[in-house]
Each structure stands twice: as C-alpha cells, then as structure tokens.
T-cell receptor, first 111, second 112 residues
Framework: QKEVEQNSGPLSVPEGAIASLNCTYS??????FFWYRQYSGKSPELIMF????GDKEDGRFTAQLNKASQYVSLLIRDSQPSDSATYLC???????????FGSGTKLNVKP | KAGVTQTPRYLIKTRGQQVTLSCSPI?????VSWYQQTPGQGLQFLFE???????NKGNFPGRFSGRQFSNSRSEMNVSTLELGDSALYLC???????????FGPGTRLTVT
C-alpha cells in the first residue's frame, strides 16, 4: 500500500460547479497535509496546508481533514477553466521527516 | 520575498556524462529537498538537507548525490547519466522541513 493515494482522474466538472478532490494516506504517526496545483509543464504550487482535524477555508478553496478515517480532501467552489490542472496531495510524516506525494488528480473544468 | 530559484532551467547531456544542478532557497529557509518528476513515476523524493546535513534520502542509486552550503544553497549531482535520468528535477525549500514546502521552477534534464 502506498503512503498517499489519489484517484488519477481525470475529474471533469462544469464551470461554476464544486470540484471535490480526495486523498487517503497510511497512518505513520503525526502528520501535516498539503495540496499543490501543477499546471502542465510547470512546477507544483502550494495551495493549502492543514494540520488539524476539520475544515480550513481560503477563498474558493477548502481543505478538509479527517484523521480518524485517514483522508484529506480539497473542495474548489465556483470552479473556473483556469483551475484545470493536476492536484497533488502531500503528507509529511514527522517521524520520517519527508514528504510523500500522491500521484495527482487531473481536474478538467469545462466552460 | 524572492522565490526558489534553480539553474540551469534546461540541460541536454549524453549518456555517461555527469551533471550538477543548483538550487537557491527562499531567504531564511534552511531546508532544501530534491525531487525527480517523470510522467510514469510522479514525484519521487531524492534527499533533504537541513543546515548542511542530509537528513533523509530516497531510494535512488548512489549516482545521485547532493550537498548544501552554509548559505542554504544546494546542489545535486548525477554521475554516469543514463537515459532513464531524463526528468524534471525540482527543489523545494521550507523553513524547518516539516512545514510547507515551496517549489522552484525545476530543471528539465534530457539525456540522449
């Protein structure tokens, strides 16, 4: 089992809809969680990070963390075509002192 | 605040050669991590340096090495290049290592 798993997609949503991206992880002790957006040919860009159970909102983005169920999700409200990209979930397991990345979910927002 | 910079941005090498890539982290960041990204394997962790010490290493052969200088700038070296080393090499910096990482633009390495 991989440490961090994501559905590769593509996930297609119409413009203006809510896009929901999910990520599950293996329990390796204390963790912190991150969402990155990567456009084709570009480097990953940090969107959100979350350390505690619950929701964290930043503009159109909401990160949700449920440690009991070992999943973290990213909601994108009012999706725009410019949101079309690959979204990477990353987990830092403090005991291992390194980041584990999921393989990414490709999101297509259709005008 | 300036972001993470990487040089060179593009590189073409032939098999058997060696290459050195450079990364300058965000000012004040002491942790630098290196990753290899390929279409088939995704983001693969190479190693992480903090205050000139390698704290962690991924599952790559010894041909891949790195170092960090006192100003936190980091270099990675790949010796005896193979075709399979063609990839986007990314470095990311963070203040402590366990907190949020910020990526540089990457170095696109092509081995022919």
């Amino acid at each position: 089992q991989k440490e961090v798993e994501q559905n590769s997609g593509p996930l297609s949503v119409p413009e203006g809809a809510i896009a929901s991206l999910n990520c599950t992880y293996s329990d390796r002790g204390s963790q912190s969680f991150f969402w990155y957006r990567q456009y084709s040919g570009k480097s990953p860009e940090l969107i959100m990070f979350i350390y505690s159970n619950g929701d964290k909102e930043d503009g159109r983005f909401t990160a949700q963390l449920n440690k009991a169920s070992q999943y973290v999700s990213l909601l994108i409200r009012d999706s725009q075509p410019s949101d079309s990209a690959t979204y990477l979930c990353a987990v830092n397991f403090y005991n291992f002192n390194k980041f584990y990345f999921g393989s990414g979910t490709k999101l297509n927002v259709k005008p | 605040k300036a972001g993470v910079t990487q040089t060179p941005r593009y590189l073409i090498k032939t098999r058997g050669q060696q290459v050195t890539l450079s990364c300058s982290p965000i000012s004040g960041h002491r942790s630098v991590s290196w990753y290899q990204q390929t279409p088939g394997q995704g983001l693969q962790f190479l190693f992480e340096y903090f205050s000139e010490t390698q704290r962690n290493k991924g599952n790559f052969p010894g041909r891949f090495s790195g170092r960090q200088f006192s100003n936190s700038r980091s270099e990675m070296n790949v010796s005896t290049l193979e075709l399979g080393d063609s990839a986007l090499y990314l470095c990311a910096s963070s203040s402590r290592g366990a907190d949020e990482q910020y990526f540089g633009p990457g170095t696109r390495l092509t081995v022919t």
